[in-house]
């Protein structure tokens, strides 16, 4: 397992290698100028900026440029955030989107994976069709329509939780309600429809018949024989669904006023902000590509048949 790995992370630079010079270049050659604003900046300050900034130099040249200061862990100043660096702006958002992230995969997977096996083992009956009818329900509302409702009916009608804001000083179970609620009801009714469907098609294999052929209970063959091997394809989903959940929500932090880096890098994005977009471009493929390994590895506790070599 130690080789398997160890290959899988050198192949992963390369890989990030692409994916930095893929996301620098189109950074670059997307119209418009971080320095473009309401009040036209004349061309000698605009000059000025560009010497400063380093981007009256040849395009490759800046991209060598960025990867030089990337290697020594610098990711630059922030061209907008005005006095403070990209690293500076990814730390003090990051914890908040990877709060938020975590409590809604833990509930998406403490809720979803009953709710996708209890289905399956009530295949074609009234509850199953009801967990699928509202895994499509979850699955088809967008979180820009379930985050406002679950604020005013909550926050603004009945007043019992916060609408808004995040205090990680003084993090409670009502700031976070809304927010990981909002965020984890797509997940669940993507894992419950994952669960089910994969737990159906194990209950009908032949070591599944086999177990209950030999007198186990179904309490006994779901825990011991189809629950590990139904887990296997939700194993894969997990990895890049945490990347994307850590990484935040534009829509859920939007709407309850959250400083995570989701939302800094859609306004980094639109006002051309290059630093930051690159800096949480880097981090959330790293996320991938980590959380993807670890499924892998994950694999080999739950089906002995596979092997690492």
């Known amino acids: 397992m130690l080789a398997y790995t160890m290959r899988r992370l050198l192949v992963a630079i390369p890989t990030m290698l692409v994916i930095i010079t893929v996301a ?6 997307a119209p418009g100028s971080p320095f473009d604003s309401e009040r036209a900046l004349s061309p000698e300050i605009r000059e000025q900026l560009n010497r400063f900034y380093g981007f009256d130099k040849p395009i490759f040249q800046q991209f060598v440029d960025y990867l030089v200061g990337l290697g020594h862990l610098q990711l630059g100043p922030s061209l907008i955030y005005k006095d403070q660096s990209v690293s500076e702006i990814i730390a003090s958002g990051f914890p908040v989107s990877l709060s938020i992230g975590l409590c809604a995969l833990v509930l998406a997977t ?5 709710m996708g096996l209890f289905a399956a083992l009530k295949q074609n009956s009234a509850p199953d069709y009801s967990i699928m009818a509202l895994a499509m329900v979850g699955i088809c509302v967008p979180s ?3 985050g406002p409702i679950l604020s005013l009916v909550f926050g603004v009608y009945l007043g019992w939780l916060p609408t808004a804001g995040l ?6 179970f009502e700031t976070l309600l809304l927010p990981v609620v909002t965020l984890s009801l797509a997940q ?3 894992i419950s429809r994952l669960v089910r469907s994969s737990t159906v098609e194990i209950l009908r294999s032949n070591f599944v018949r086999t177990a209950r052929a030999k007198g186990l209970s179904e309490f006994q063959v779901l825990s011991k024989h189809a629950l590990r091997a ?6 894969s989903y997990l990895g890049p669904a945490c990347a994307a959940l850590i990484t935040g929500s534009v829509v ?4 309850f006023q959250l400083p995570g880096i989701g939302k800094n890098f859609v306004t980094s994005a639109l006002q051309r902000d290059y ?8 981090l959330y493929a790293g996320l991938i590509i980590f959380l993807n390994l670890m499924a892998d590895l994950a694999y080999g506790l739950l089906d002995p048949k596979v092997k690492y070599e």
């Open 188 to 190: 669940i009714a993507i």
């Open 167 to 172: 205090n990680l000083g003084k993090m409670t």
């Open 252 to 255: 859920v932090e939007t709407v």
């Open 110 to 114: 403490c809720v979803g994976v009953p």
């Open 230 to 235: 139904a887990l296997l394809p939700l194993v």
């Open 24 to 29: 620098f270049f189109m950074m670059r050659f």
């Open 275 to 282: 630093p930051v977009v690159m800096a949480v471009v880097i």
């Open 144 to 146: 820009l329509v379930v």
